[in-house]
Protein backbone atom coordinates (compact mmCIF):
# COMPACT_ATOMS: atom_id res chain seq x y z
CA UNK A 1 0.00 0.00 0.00
CA UNK A 2 1.21 3.27 -0.83
CA UNK A 3 2.15 5.34 2.39
CA UNK A 4 2.58 9.46 0.70
CA UNK A 5 4.59 11.45 3.42
CA UNK A 6 4.71 15.54 2.83
CA UNK A 7 6.62 16.47 5.58
CA UNK A 8 8.40 18.53 4.57
CA UNK A 9 6.43 20.07 2.08
CA UNK A 10 7.59 19.41 -1.55
CA UNK A 11 7.72 22.75 -3.02
CA UNK A 12 7.44 22.55 -7.05
CA UNK A 13 8.88 24.96 -9.65
CA UNK A 14 8.01 24.82 -13.25
CA UNK A 15 9.27 27.54 -15.99
CA UNK A 16 6.57 30.34 -14.92
CA UNK A 17 5.31 28.46 -11.70
CA UNK A 18 6.12 28.32 -7.79
CA UNK A 19 3.66 25.75 -6.43
CA UNK A 20 4.03 25.77 -2.35
CA UNK A 21 1.63 24.96 0.41
CA UNK A 22 -1.12 26.97 0.99
CA UNK A 23 -0.85 28.59 4.70
CA UNK A 24 -3.43 30.83 6.62
CA UNK A 25 -1.89 33.91 5.12
CA UNK A 26 -3.22 32.61 1.98
CA UNK A 27 -6.98 32.96 3.09
CA UNK A 28 -7.77 36.04 1.42
CA UNK A 29 -7.24 34.53 -1.89
CA UNK A 30 -8.49 31.08 -1.15
CA UNK A 31 -12.01 32.86 -0.08
CA UNK A 32 -11.85 34.15 -3.66
CA UNK A 33 -11.06 31.08 -5.14
CA UNK A 34 -14.07 29.42 -3.19
CA UNK A 35 -16.73 32.12 -3.41
CA UNK A 36 -16.18 33.43 -6.84
CA UNK A 37 -19.20 32.90 -9.44
CA UNK A 38 -17.26 32.38 -12.59
CA UNK A 39 -15.00 30.03 -10.70
CA UNK A 40 -18.14 28.00 -9.05
CA UNK A 41 -20.07 27.34 -12.47
CA UNK A 42 -18.87 24.12 -12.94
CA UNK A 43 -18.04 22.99 -9.40
CA UNK A 44 -20.95 21.90 -8.08
CA UNK A 45 -20.12 24.01 -4.38
CA UNK A 46 -21.55 26.05 -2.09
CA UNK A 47 -19.34 29.44 -2.09
CA UNK A 48 -17.78 30.47 0.63
CA UNK A 49 -18.63 33.01 2.51
CA UNK A 50 -15.91 34.27 4.97
CA UNK A 51 -12.67 34.46 5.69
CA UNK A 52 -12.95 31.71 8.60
CA UNK A 53 -14.35 29.33 6.30
CA UNK A 54 -11.40 29.79 4.18
CA UNK A 55 -9.41 29.25 7.07
CA UNK A 56 -11.09 26.30 7.91
CA UNK A 57 -10.45 25.12 4.48
CA UNK A 58 -6.65 25.49 4.78
CA UNK A 59 -6.90 24.02 8.08
CA UNK A 60 -8.34 20.48 6.31
CA UNK A 61 -5.61 20.60 3.76
CA UNK A 62 -3.31 21.07 6.12
CA UNK A 63 -4.61 18.46 8.08
CA UNK A 64 -4.53 15.95 5.29
CA UNK A 65 -1.53 17.01 4.34
CA UNK A 66 -0.27 16.03 7.52
CA UNK A 67 -1.97 12.76 7.86
CA UNK A 68 -0.40 11.66 4.43
CA UNK A 69 -4.02 11.88 2.93
CA UNK A 70 -4.40 14.39 0.44
CA UNK A 71 -1.48 17.37 -0.86
CA UNK A 72 -2.37 20.89 -1.89
CA UNK A 73 -0.20 22.98 -3.64
CA UNK A 74 -0.87 26.94 -3.76
CA UNK A 75 -0.45 28.23 -7.50
CA UNK A 76 2.26 31.14 -7.55
CA UNK A 77 3.93 33.11 -10.43
CA UNK A 78 7.76 33.21 -9.96
CA UNK A 79 7.27 37.05 -11.19
CA UNK A 80 4.35 37.31 -8.53
CA UNK A 81 5.76 34.68 -5.61
CA UNK A 82 3.69 36.73 -2.75
CA UNK A 83 0.36 36.46 -5.04
CA UNK A 84 -1.65 32.97 -4.92
CA UNK A 85 -3.70 32.57 -7.79
CA UNK A 86 -4.72 29.11 -7.74
CA UNK A 87 -4.46 25.50 -6.39
CA UNK A 88 -3.87 22.10 -7.52
CA UNK A 89 -3.96 18.74 -5.70
CA UNK A 90 -4.45 15.14 -5.11
CA UNK A 91 -7.27 14.15 -2.75
CA UNK A 92 -9.91 11.07 -2.42
CA UNK A 93 -7.01 8.95 -1.98
CA UNK A 94 -7.18 5.37 -2.40
CA UNK A 95 -3.58 4.54 -1.16
CA UNK A 96 -4.46 0.64 -1.17
CA UNK A 97 -4.86 1.19 -5.13
CA UNK A 98 -2.56 3.46 -6.15
CA UNK A 99 -4.67 5.74 -6.62
CA UNK A 100 -5.76 9.75 -6.24
CA UNK A 101 -8.54 12.15 -7.86
CA UNK A 102 -6.66 15.70 -9.19
CA UNK A 103 -8.44 19.06 -8.53
CA UNK A 104 -7.66 22.79 -9.37
CA UNK A 105 -8.78 26.09 -9.53
CA UNK A 106 -7.60 28.85 -11.34
CA UNK A 107 -8.31 32.62 -10.31
CA UNK A 108 -10.30 33.86 -14.04
CA UNK A 109 -7.61 36.74 -14.71
CA UNK A 110 -5.25 33.48 -15.33
CA UNK A 111 -7.27 31.25 -18.04
CA UNK A 112 -6.71 30.07 -21.26
CA UNK A 113 -2.64 31.00 -20.38
CA UNK A 114 -1.32 27.55 -19.88
CA UNK A 115 -1.01 27.99 -16.24
CA UNK A 116 -3.04 24.79 -15.01
CA UNK A 117 -1.64 22.68 -17.63
CA UNK A 118 2.03 23.63 -16.92
CA UNK A 119 1.57 23.38 -12.77
CA UNK A 120 -0.70 19.96 -13.38
CA UNK A 121 2.41 18.00 -15.28
CA UNK A 122 5.01 19.10 -12.63
CA UNK A 123 1.83 17.63 -10.19
CA UNK A 124 1.51 14.54 -12.22
CA UNK A 125 5.43 14.14 -12.22
CA UNK A 126 5.39 14.24 -8.61
CA UNK A 127 2.62 12.00 -8.02
CA UNK A 128 4.26 9.24 -10.42
CA UNK A 129 7.38 9.35 -9.69
CA UNK A 130 7.46 10.54 -6.21
CA UNK A 131 4.16 9.49 -4.23
CA UNK A 132 4.27 5.95 -6.33
CA UNK A 133 0.68 6.50 -7.96
CA UNK A 134 -0.37 4.42 -10.89
CA UNK A 135 -3.55 6.00 -11.83
CA UNK A 136 -5.34 9.66 -11.55
CA UNK A 137 -8.65 10.47 -11.72
CA UNK A 138 -10.48 13.52 -12.84
CA UNK A 139 -13.82 14.43 -12.05
CA UNK A 140 -15.56 17.36 -14.22
CA UNK A 141 -18.66 19.05 -15.30
CA UNK A 142 -19.21 18.03 -18.97
CA UNK A 143 -20.02 21.64 -19.60
CA UNK A 144 -16.50 22.54 -18.77
CA UNK A 145 -15.18 22.28 -22.12
CA UNK A 146 -11.77 24.04 -20.96
CA UNK A 147 -10.79 21.57 -18.19
CA UNK A 148 -11.80 18.89 -20.99
CA UNK A 149 -9.12 20.22 -22.95
CA UNK A 150 -6.37 20.63 -20.57
CA UNK A 151 -6.90 17.37 -19.05
CA UNK A 152 -6.62 15.91 -22.74
CA UNK A 153 -3.39 17.56 -23.57
CA UNK A 154 -1.73 16.54 -20.44
CA UNK A 155 -2.77 12.18 -21.36
CA UNK A 156 -6.01 12.15 -19.50
CA UNK A 157 -8.80 10.02 -21.56
CA UNK A 158 -12.62 9.97 -20.79
CA UNK A 159 -13.20 6.91 -19.28
CA UNK A 160 -17.00 7.30 -18.26
CA UNK A 161 -19.86 10.11 -18.21
CA UNK A 162 -22.56 9.76 -15.17
CA UNK A 163 -25.92 11.20 -16.15
CA UNK A 164 -27.31 13.14 -13.28
CA UNK A 165 -25.23 11.65 -10.81
CA UNK A 166 -25.70 14.62 -7.89
CA UNK A 167 -28.01 17.29 -7.12
CA UNK A 168 -26.71 20.74 -7.04
CA UNK A 169 -29.03 23.80 -6.90
CA UNK A 170 -32.37 22.42 -7.25
CA UNK A 171 -31.10 20.27 -10.65
CA UNK A 172 -29.03 16.85 -10.81
CA UNK A 173 -26.03 17.59 -12.69
CA UNK A 174 -23.67 15.12 -15.35
CA UNK A 175 -19.78 13.96 -14.28
CA UNK A 176 -17.15 13.22 -16.57
CA UNK A 177 -14.57 11.73 -15.53
CA UNK A 178 -10.99 11.25 -16.52
CA UNK A 179 -8.22 9.07 -15.59
CA UNK A 180 -4.25 8.95 -16.84
CA UNK A 181 -2.09 5.74 -15.60
CA UNK A 182 1.55 6.18 -14.75
CA UNK A 183 2.88 3.92 -17.73
CA UNK A 184 0.88 5.67 -20.43
CA UNK A 185 2.60 9.18 -19.70
Do not use: C
Amino acid sequence: MMQPTFIPFPELETERLLLRQVILNDAPEVLFLRSDPTILQYLGKEPATSLEEAREFITRITNDLENGDGIAWGIRLKEQPEKLIGNIGFWRMQKEHYRSEIGYVLHPSYWRKGIIKEAMMKVLEYGFNSMGLHSVEARISPANTASAAVLASTGFVREAYFKEDFYFNGKFEDTAVYSILSNLR
